[in-house]
């Protein structure tokens, strides 16, 4: 359109053109018209993201010591109130007890990275980007990033699998806010990556996680095993109005079936101990229970609500809730979540070439 | 057992309640990290009405009940209070809809706004509490599970209030009503010395106020569960919200009030 514009200002202006300048003119139109094509499409990964290295520059209070990234990402979910000072303490050291940072980041860029190469293999040109609400780069950085990188236009993916307010609708308006902010230097959001629950690379992806984890297992002590999935759990008002726990259920019973594996259950994790009211339940320590109930020796455990291990599935996972089995004399196997799996990834891809359309 | 003097039970449990996750919702502390606009305390505020507007029912009620003259006398001061006595004869639901109009509200809208099962069922709660509880009980909601939890609460959103651009006579309601909420818990404090000796009293106390922060906590979910996907679908009414079909288990304004009935039930007679 450009190049069409100026072209028909000089035919205004110029009068009557020499054919040098005319073929001059045409070169600099297609050229133009070129750059016009090969303009990509932005895909913009959202997600809760962990804290890294690295002041995060918003928070009034920081205490700005050594390692306080953690509390200042802690304090940034629950809200800087003392009245959740035990809570934020208690999550922190979560946080401190790996290290004080969160790999969340890191591996959901590899998704993006994988998502990336997968589009251009398929001979699609598009450019992903990260954008997380809780820490750096921010969804307003990563529509920033798309804008610079020539995108012309914004697909939006959620990394959760499962659908509430607290995740898919505040994703949402989280990047929604930031292209506000960004105005025109935004590519526009056209799109939104259907949620993927139930989809085949998704469950094949979580299979595939299990099967990893139980190498070297007999048939009889797989079959004999009870076999968990979790999710995060949400609080009741939340899940009164969401889909959130069906389409959980619905996950897990796919996996189970995926697996070959005649019974499964679901359960839910990392609910916040301070709190008064009833979260999604069962907790995964009472689904344990149950499995000791039930005489099993072996639990495995797998975060099918999360997309890669970060912090909530390394220390409430591998650290509690085994510490939790180990008491009860049962051995918890915990699979790893999808990350890149090339079956996700595929599935990612497919969704987003669907929004594309 | 030993028996906690009412001045140590009072202290502990205004520790409790100056801890609880109602009261320290992240809805409520992350106001300057998460700023929120007018249109995002336009719905608040069409959650938040309803409670508003019941509080004066919750003590109305729990007056009924009340054991003596000397506890009557208490609420009374509260209610008259609550009624407008200190606020130009306008009562909390009035200046509430100050507030309303400023958030952009039409006052005929306001009885159809669907409200979150969380509201309804905080406000159904408290009847419930005042009316089928002893009285400590109710007393432990309205007083501690409400007098001493606002003005921690409203500290909150006022400094939302203000960073989102309210001027301070539209916001007046909350300044007011932090204020005279710190006289109201002092008053009803002096009731709850009076009542707190026995382990019993003060189990009952203690149990209404912890039912009534628990249903805060709820209502503080629903209302960020309506901010988030009203908001959401304001910026991109094309895509769907999570909690699309929720609807339909939703009332207006106006049919939940509707549906309040109150009726007195008479013991039938089982004497031999």
Request: a negative charge; proline letters at 4%; charged letters at 20%.
């Amino acid at each position: 359109m450009k190049a069409l514009n100026h072209l028909a200002l000089i035919r205004v202006d110029g009068g009557h053109l020499s054919s040098d300048i005319l073929v001059r003119i045409i070169v600099a139109s297609c050229m133009t018209f070129v750059s016009v094509r090969t303009m990509t499409d932005g895909i913009l990964l959202l997600g809760f993201g962990g804290p890294t290295p690295g002041c995060c520059e918003r928070r009034a209070t920081c205490p700005k010591t050594p390692g306080c990234e953690a509390e200042c990402f802690v304090a940034g979910i629950l809200g800087d109130n003392p009245a959740r000072a035990a809570r934020i303490k208690e999550v922190t050291e979560h946080y401190h007890h790996l290290g004080g940072f969160s790999p969340y980041n890191e591996l959901t860029q590899r998704q993006a990275d994988a998502l990336q190469q997968e589009l251009t293999r398929r001979g699609r040109a598009v450019t992903t980007a990260c954008g997380f609400r809780h820490w750096s780069p921010w969804s307003i950085d990563g529509l920033r990033a798309l804008h610079n990188a020539g995108c012309s236009r914004t697909i939006l993916l959620i990394m959760a699998p499962h659908q509430s307010s607290v995740s898919w609708d505040w994703y949402l308006k989280h990047a929604a806010e930031a292209a506000e902010k960004l105005g025109a230097a935004a590519p526009p959001i056209v799109g939104v990556v259907q949620p993927w629950w139930l989809e085949r690379g998704y469950i094949k992806a979580t299979a595939n996680a299990v099967r990893d984890a139980t190498i070297g297992w007999s048939p009889e002590r797989f079959t004999a095993a009870s076999l968990i999935f979790t999710a995060h759990a949400i609080p009741q008002p939340v899940e009164t109005t969401s889909p959130y726990r069906k389409q959980f259920a619905e996950t897990a019973a796919a996996a189970a079936k995926e697996l070959g594996h005649d019974e499964h259950s679901i359960a839910f994790q990392s609910q916040p101990g301070d709190s008064k009211i009833r979260w999604s339940s069962p907790t995964i320590e009472q689904a344990i229970e149950i499995a000791h109930q039930q005489g099993k020796r072996d639990v495995i455990v797998q975060a099918a609500g999360f997309l890669v291990d970060h912090t909530e599935v390394l220390y409430d996972l591998d650290y509690e809730a085994k510490a939790f089995a180990d008491k009860l004399g049962i051995t918890l196997t915990r699979a790893r979540c999808v990350h890149d799996d090339p079956a996700f990834i595929a599935m990612l891809a497919d969704r987003v070439e669907q929004a594309l359309k | 057992m030993t028996v906690v003097s009412a001045t140590d039970f009072l202290r502990d449990l205004h520790h409790e309640v100056a801890n609880h996750a109602g009261i320290g919702h992240s809805l409520l502390g992350r106001m300057e990290l998460d700023p929120k606009r007018r249109d995002d305390f336009k719905i608040f505020s069409s959650q938040h009405y309803p409670l508003v507007g019941t509080f004066t029912r919750y003590l109305e009620l729990l007056l009924l009940n009340a054991p003596s003259s000397e506890a009557k006398v208490w609420l009374a001061k509260v209610l008259v209070d609550e009624y407008g006595e200190r606020s130009e004869g306008q009562d909390h639901a009035a200046h509430y809809r100050i507030f309303m109009r400023a958030c952009g509200w039409q006052d005929t809208e306001i009885d159809h706004v669907r409200l979150h099962p969380a509201v309804t069922t905080f406000i159904a709660e408290h009847l419930r509490l005042c009316t089928e509880e002893p009285f400590l009980v109710g007393l432990g909601a309205v007083g501690p599970g409400h007098e001493w939890a606002i003005p921690t609460m409203f500290e909150n959103i006022l400094r939302g209030l203000r960073q989102a651009g309210f001027a301070e006579n539209e916001i007046e309601y909350f300044t007011l009503h932090t204020l005279q909420d710190v006289d109201h818990a002092a008053w009803l404090e002096e009731a709850l010395a009076k009542y707190a000796n026995t382990t019993e009293q003060q189990e009952q106390i203690r149990r209404g106020c912890l039912l009534s922060l628990a249903a805060r906590e709820r209502l503080w979910w629903g209302i960020a569960d309506k901010i988030n996907a009203g908001r959401m679908q304001a910026r991109m009414p094309w895509a769907n919200s999570a909690t699309s079909g929720s609807e339909q288990i939703e009332l207006t304004n106006k049919e939940f009030r509707s549906g309040i009935h109150f009726s007195v039930q008479i013991p039938a007679v089982t004497r031999a």
